[in-house]
């Protein structure tokens, strides 16, 4: 499994992440696919940075097109005073109609909830996905 994470959609990169290049990104997760058809990715998206839901469902479907099979949405979480600060705190609700609308996208996997991170659930997933 090759996890690379998108982090945020394409509108928020100059202010999330200057250092990164949104379709660089999806041409990575990309171009592991073409090299290993049988290779799992996976990508992240942090919530609450101010970006809409339409600007989620367009980023979700670009990492679709990429190839990404388990995708995780989780909430941002400010690390410190210097960083991107939070501009919303996503309701339970947002997070359920984003979970459904990743699943009907085809993804294998979907982490959604305000605690959803994939470090710590990586072994998990791989087994349910009957890779372990």
Do not use: W
């Not at 982490?111 to 791989?126: N, T, W």
Request: net charge positive; charged share 25%.
């Amino acid at each position: 499994m090759l996890g690379h994470n998108l982090e945020t959609v394409k509108q928020l990169y100059p202010l999330v992440r200057q250092e990164a290049d949104y379709r660089r990104s999806l041409e990575v997760l990309k171009f592991v696919k073409e090299f290993n058809p049988g290779m799992i990715t996976k990508s992240s998206l942090m919530l609450g940075l101010g970006e809409t839901s339409e600007e989620l469902i367009r980023a979700m479907q670009d990492l679709k097109l990429s190839g990404c099979d388990v995708l995780v949405l989780g909430q941002y979480l400010c690390p410190s005073i210097r960083h991107y600060p939070v501009k919303e705190f996503v309701s339970l609700e947002k997070f359920r109609q984003l979970e459904e609308s990743a699943k009907n996208m085809g993804f294998l996997k979907v982490l959604c909830g305000p605690k959803a991170r994939f470090s710590y659930q990586a072994f998990r997933i791989y087994e349910e996905l009957n890779y372990a």
